[in-house]
């Protein structure tokens, strides 16, 4: 139970990094495009190894990659025009909520009592959070959360049908896949190839590190129930708001980190409830 704790922490950590190198970069979409491209080309790698993915489950694959696009477009703006501690913890909570709805309507999940107090306890803390915050941050937030809702459902369902591991490595490079494509039509492509080797470093090691989270959490389940683990994987969330408060000094730290402490709650009494 102790090293479930401990991988599950890390992820925690290693989550929040990721993303906070996002936010403290120059241009936060070429950083995430950098950090998927490098992410997909090491899950090939792995994918290969493992034998690959069957043709259908590469289709799931794909349309989890399309919806990661407005995900990675709506991150960077919010990381390049608002807080780290407002969007990060709106984004995670908001997701696992939608996520939790989408698979009462789709996949046929059972919906709780506690289920249901968990899901009113992070619309209140996501309230709190939100409180005094400008609108458009806000939206753009909450738009995030709705593509992470969609792929997680997306993911939830396909990874049922093919298995976890080579799966999610598929969804990974259907992502760089993806996110590439767009950043081409968007012109970027010449900005990601002038990016400098610090920068590449930078978002390589984000790049690993999304891929060694997840690694992370499929070990730590292995030592410990699956709930327990998301619960302290979701800690992310609070310490995302108290990195933005302390080491950003962004503003209504103490309120947002007591939004996200409550968001923190819901999320674990969501896993509580199955």
């Known amino acids: 139970m102790l090293l479930a704790t401990l991988l599950a922490l890390a992820a925690a950590v290693l989550h929040a990094g990721w993303n906070l190198i996002a936010k403290r970069s120059i241009d ?11 992410a997909g080309a090491a ?10 993915l069957p043709a259908t489950g590469w289709a799931w694959a794909l349309l989890s990659g399309v919806i990661h696009v ?4 709506g991150l960077a703006w919010a990381y390049r025009h608002g807080d780290f501690s407002l969007a990060y913890p709106i984004a995670r909570g908001g ?5 939790t709805i ?8 059972d919906l709780h009592l506690l289920a249901i107090v968990a899901i009113l306890v992070i619309v209140g803390g996501m309230t709190l959070l939100a409180s005094g915050a400008p609108p458009g941050q806000v939206a753009m937030a909450v738009l995030v959360a709705t593509t992470i809702g969609t792929y997680t459902v997306v993911d939830s369902h396909a990874a049922r049908l093919y298995g976890g591991v080579s799966y999610v490595l598929g969804v ?6 993806c996110v590439s494509v767009a950043g081409v039509l968007g012109g970027r492509f010449g900005d990601l190839r002038q990016l400098d080797r610090t920068v590449w470093s930078r978002t390589g090691l984000a790049g690993i590190m999304s891929v060694v989270t997840y690694g992370l959490v499929l070990v730590a389940v292995r030592h410990a129930p699956v709930g327990y683990v998301a619960a302290l994987r979701e800690s992310s969330v609070l310490l995302a708001t108290v990195v933005g408060w302390r080491v950003l000094d962004e503003r209504r730290g ?6 996200a402490g409550v968001i923190v709650t819901g999320l674990a ?6």
């Open 95 to 99: 997701g696992a909520l939608l996520a």
């Open 70 to 73: 407005p995900y990675v477009l």
């Open 172 to 177: 990974f490079v259907m992502i760089g896949a």
């Open 269 to 274: 009494l969501l896993v509580i409830a199955g």
């Open 254 to 259: 103490r309120v947002r980190t007591a939004a």
């Open 43 to 52: 899950s090939a790698i792995v994918l290969t190894a493992l034998g690959g």
């Open 102 to 109: 989408g698979g009462l309507v789709l996949l046929d999940d």
């Open 28 to 38: 936060p979409f070429l950083a995430l495009w950098g950090q998927f491209v490098v």
